[in-house]
């Protein structure tokens, strides 16, 4: 059953603390993405990565580092940097760029 | 001005009418465009992926890319309750979405 998935779906963290959000595919996709979802705003695009071993910071890169070293794996962190790490994280991937993404179910994450 | 505008709405139509769902974007040269249907509290559902101008249909659905006034519809039929949920249309090109398009269908 070919999918994407996300782990965990609700995350709650302090303030001050670094966190990791899981992505995992096995659709054989290429490129993947992380997008952050606000209440009342569309999906804004932090990371993506069109090849492992490479990738390239979104709109809102700032807070946030991803790794790609395996082609199916493309982990988010969310480090203390980040002003406002509350927010619906959504990771997606496509075959290639520019084709139809796919997501994951989101994972939640809330830091207080 | 924004690469993508979408009415966020709240839209609320009778169970039977056809809606339709617009979005504006600014940049000429996008080929790639998609439209998503969102759950609350879920990830995005890929209704329909359309390339260049043109329309495209699946089932209810339909797509349709007007690339000369740089406006993507989404056309459903005979809408469902079931079609409640929040739509968001996006730019393959950059990667850019609309805020969405929060649609009830009363029975």
């Known amino acids: 059953d070919g999918g994407i998935t996300q782990s965990p779906k609700y995350l709650f963290r302090k303030e001050g603390q670094n966190v990791t959000l899981s992505c995992e595919q096995n659709l054989n996709h290429d490129a993947m993405y992380w997008y952050r979802q606000d209440p009342g705003q569309g999906l804004r695009l932090i990371y993506y990565?069109?090849?492992?071993?490479?990738?390239q910071k979104g709109d809102i890169a700032e807070g946030y580092s991803v790794s790609r070293e395996k082609k199916e794996s493309f982990p988010l962190t969310v480090t203390s940097a980040q002003k406002n790490p509350t927010a619906f994280y959504l990771c997606a991937s496509s075959m290639q760029a520019n084709y139809e993404q796919y997501f994951g179910p989101g994972t939640r994450l809330t830091v207080t | 001005q924004k690469e993508v505008e979408q009415d966020p709405g709240p839209l609320s139509v009778p169970e039977g009418a056809i809606v339709s769902l617009n979005c504006t974007y600014s940049?000429?040269?996008?080929?790639?465009f998609m439209w998503y249907r969102q759950y609350s509290r879920k990830g995005p559902e890929l209704l329909m992926y359309t390339y260049s101008s043109g329309n495209k249909e699946d089932g209810r659905f339909t797509a349709q890319v007007d690339k000369s006034s740089k406006y993507i519809s989404l056309f459903i039929r005979d809408s469902q309750p079931s079609d409640s949920a929040t739509y968001l249309c996006a730019i393959g090109d950059d990667m850019r979405f609309g805020a969405g398009t929060r649609l009830t269908v009363k029975p």
């Open positions: 940049n000429s040269a996008f080929q790639y």
């Open positions: 990565s069109q090849i492992v071993n490479d990738f």
